[in-house]
C-alpha cells in the first residue's frame, strides 16, 4: 500500500475513534484495527499519538478555517451583511466540528499542552478565526461598506461566539432554544450585529 494511502487511512481512523470513544478511548492499537494496517505503520508516518491528533485537526477538520479563508477573499464583493450570512453558516459548521473534538483533547492535560504549542508555533487554531473576522470587518469598514456600531474585535467575538453556542447547544439538546433553521439564525444575528 502507498505510504500516502496509508497515512490518510490512519488519519480517518483516528478521526473515526475518537468520535465514537473519546480521546481516553483513542489507542494505538484501535486506531491501527480501525484502519486495517499494522500498529508499526503508525510510526512510520506519525511519531506519536499527539503528532496523529495533531494531523486530524488540520486535515480532517479544516472547515472554520476554510470560512474564514473565504471571508477575506469576499473583502469588497457582495453585501457585507450577505457575506457575513454565509460566514455564520459556515462557521456554525465548523464548531460543530470542533466543539466535542475541543472537550475531547480539554480532557488530557498532555494533549492540550501539546495542541496548545503547535497552534503558538505555527500561528494557528481557531482563535485566528478572531483574527481573520476582525481583518474582514476593518477592511470593509474601511472600504466605507459597512458602519460599524462597535469595535471590530467586539462585533468578531459575538457573531463567532453566537456561532459557538449554536454548536455547543445543538450538541447537547435535540431541540436547541433557536430552532434548527441555520439560515433565519445568521440572518437575524448579522441583523442585530449590523442594524
Not at 141 to 151: D, Q, S
Request: hydrophobic share 50%; proline share 5%; net charge neutral.
Amino acid at each position: 500500500m502507498p505510504a500516502e494511502l496509508t497515512r490518510a487511512k490512519l488519519v480517518k481512523a483516528t478521526a473515526s475513534v475518537m468520535r465514537d470513544r473519546g480521546l481516553s478511548g483513542t489507542t494505538i492499537r484501535e486506531i491501527a484495527k480501525q484502519a486495517g494496517v499494522a500498529e508499526g505503520a503508525l510510526y512510520r508516518h506519525f511519531s506519536d499519538k499527539v503528532d496523529l491528533i495533531m494531523a486530524v485537526m488540520l486535515e480532517e477538520w479544516p472547515t472554520l478555517g476554510a470560512a474564514m479563508a473565504g471571508l477575506l477573499d469576499r473583502v469588497g464583493k457582495g453585501t457585507v451583511r450577505g457575506n457575513l450570512r454565509t460566514l455564520v453558516v459556515e462557521a456554525m459548521d465548523g464548531y460543530r466540528e470542533l466543539v466535542p473534538f475541543a472537550a475531547t483533547i480539554a480532557g488530557d492535560q498532555a494533549v492540550l499542552t501539546a495542541v496548545r504549542e503547535h497552534f503558538a508555533a505555527n500561528n494557528i487554531g481557531p482563535a485566528r478565526a478572531h483574527d481573520a473576522m476582525v481583518m474582514y470587518l476593518t477592511a470593509e469598514a474601511e472600504r466605507g461598506r459597512v458602519e460599524l456600531a462597535a469595535p471590530p474585535e467586539v462585533i468578531s467575538a459575538a457573531l463567532l461566539g453566537a456561532c459557538h453556542e449554536h454548536a455547543f447547544l445543538r450538541l447537547l439538546h435535540t431541540e436547541p432554544p433557536f430552532g434548527k433553521d441555520a439560515e433565519r439564525f445568521a440572518r437575524d444575528l448579522v441583523k442585530l450585529l449590523l442594524p
